[in-house]
């Protein structure tokens, strides 16, 4: 059975740092393309960042450009995603899906349901002073 779990969430003032973990099963990074997405109150989800099948690949949106770090371990069962210089406007609940159709080398931080089939159930970062 796949499954992702995410953990390492919580409340941070502005300018501080996150680790996200993203624990897979039933499947591992060797086979699929991992991606970060965030969803505010009220608004839409959206992608935050990415990493290919064997991590060969990564893409940031430009928001987190320079302050997150998406990254695998070697084993290829957990991504992290490393997160500095917070701002209140990364708030929100995020997520890790799979993308086991990913082409090696490549991943998208577009929210495509067709590809993005398999999610974990979030996990809450809030950035406040």
């Known amino acids: 059975q796949l499954q992702l779990v995410e953990s390492g969430g919580g409340l941070v003032p502005p300018g501080g740092s996150l680790r996200l973990s993203c624990v897979i099963s039933g499947f591992t990074l060797r086979s699929s393309a991992i991606g970060w997405f965030r969803q505010a109150p009220g608004k839409e989800r959206e992608g935050v960042s990415c990493i290919s099948r064997y991590g060969s690949s990564t893409n940031y949106a430009d928001s987190v450009k320079g302050r997150f770090t998406i990254s695998g371990d070697n084993a290829k069962t957990t991504v992290y995603l490393q997160m500095n210089s917070l701002k209140p406007e990364d708030t929100g609940v995020y997520y890790c899906?799979?993308?086991?159709?990913?082409?090696?080398?490549?991943?998208?931080?577009?929210?495509?349901?067709?590809?993005?089939?398999?999610w974990g159930q979030g996990t809450q970062v809030t950035v406040s002073s």
């Open positions: 899906a799979a993308d086991l159709i990913s082409s090696p080398g490549a991943c998208t931080i577009v929210n495509d349901k067709g590809r993005y089939r398999y």
